[in-house]
């Protein structure tokens, strides 16, 4: 049992894994300055996002945390929103 959900956690991060990868084509397809480096945690998978020189990091519990509560929500749309919202709070910081 235990196995069974070791493989599906395994298998949802890997999944939201390719979604950020696409995401990142994106950017880079719409030319925008972005760049995203995938490290593992303790709990799963955190990105590194760099967006016009202004850095945030992503955590995959935080995306699956939102994603329990927003099921109208794409995981590219929730990716997406927190990266948005953790840059204007840096913003909004440094001003």
């Known amino acids: 049992m235990v196995l069974l959900f070791h493989n599906a ?3 949802r991060l890997e999944r939201l894994s390719r979604d950020v990868q ?3 084509e994106e ?3 719409a030319s925008y300055e972005m760049t995203v480096t995938r490290k593992a945690s303790e709990s799963g998978y955190e990105w590194e996002v760099t967006v016009y020189g202004r850095k945030v990091s992503v955590k ?3 995306i699956f945390k939102i994603q329990r509560r927003r099921l109208d929500l ?3 749309d929730i990716f ?3 990266v948005a919202w953790k840059l204007k709070a840096l913003s909004t910081l440094q001003s």
């Open 74 to 76: 794409s995981i590219k």
């Open 80 to 82: 997406k929103e927190i």
């Open 22 to 24: 696409a995401i990142n």
């Open 9 to 11: 956690t395994a298998e």
């Open 60 to 62: 995959s519990e935080d």
């Open 27 to 29: 950017a880079r397809e």
